[in-house]
């Protein structure tokens, strides 16, 4: 009897895997430009909105008085005047404002940017009892808002007859300056390695000589950023200076509250002509520094975020 062989099953071969279609490299990058497209057209936008406000004021200052009196809103003058402008610098008030101004911001960014550089290289490079202390109360001094401590730094001004002197406001100013730097230079100091100095001073350098040498350049950045940044604290600066200058017997002014006072005097508060001519030319020398120094700014900003 004759065994019957059956046929071996046939295996069943696997299905190749279904390829999916791969999107053309033209799609993506039109996809991608698209997108950017639409993102710089947003941008431009939010640009323009707060942009719109500055050119406003900038073309009001050469307006005729018949642009500004106007029901109709022109966004170029019919004819440009300089009338504003000399309405503004025929004011008495004006020139001795603005170097009332410049001293104070000069004397409070000097002074606040040199004790405050001194004591961030004390805080960052030497341990002494009480340093936690001090880096804690030079934080909480700039959480304090300033309206908290206004009527105790009057107290305290007066009693001292400091005010309605340019020195006494100076002196308050550093009460918000000086802190703010040595914060902000004691993180460019301790990205600083230490083992710089001990090279210096190994290779014949005093101690005053390392901090010239070494510290003092590798922090230049960070002096520039604090010194602009304290400028303008000090150029806008309003409330300390109305409350210590404005005193009985004292008719010293600032920019700031000539500007409020300005275009708060009646005669002269529809005349927004020279209202936004003095506004421009208040802020005409924050805004040049700033332009000039934005590069020195950016890399100070830079280099203090990074650490090593």
Known sequence: MSDV??????????LPPVKKP?????????????????????????????????????????KTNKD???????FWPSSFSLDSYKTIFDD??????????LILTLGSVVLGVAIGFLAAVAVARFNFRGRSFFIVTMLVVQMVPLIAILIPLFVV???????????????????????????????FIVNIPAELDEAAMVDGCTQWGAFFRIILPLTMPGLVTTAVYSWIQAWNEFIVASMLLSTSGHNTQT?????????????????????MAGGLLVSLPVIILFVFFQKKVSAGLTAGAVKG
């Open 5 to 14: 062989l059956s046929p071996a099953p046939k295996t069943q071969q696997p």
């Open 22 to 62: 791969k999107k053309s490299r033209e799609t993506e990058v039109g996809r991608s430009g698209v997108m950017t497209w639409i993102w710089n057209g947003i941008a431009l936008f939010f640009a323009l909105v707060m942009a719109f406000p500055i050119y406003w004021m900038i073309i009001t200052t050469f």
């Open 68 to 74: 500004l009196i106007s029901q109709d809103p022109t």
């Open 92 to 101: 008495a008030s004006f020139l001795p404002a603005m170097r009332s101004t």
């Open 157 to 187: 001004m007066n009693n001292a007859n400091m005010t309605g002197t340019l020195f006494g406001v100076i002196l308050a100013y550093l009460v918000f300056t000086v802190p703010y730097v040595i914060w902000t230079l004691r993180s």
């Open 255 to 275: 920019a700031m509250t000539w500007l409020t006072f300005y275009s708060s005097t009646p005669t002269r508060a529809a005349d927004y002509g020279s209202q």
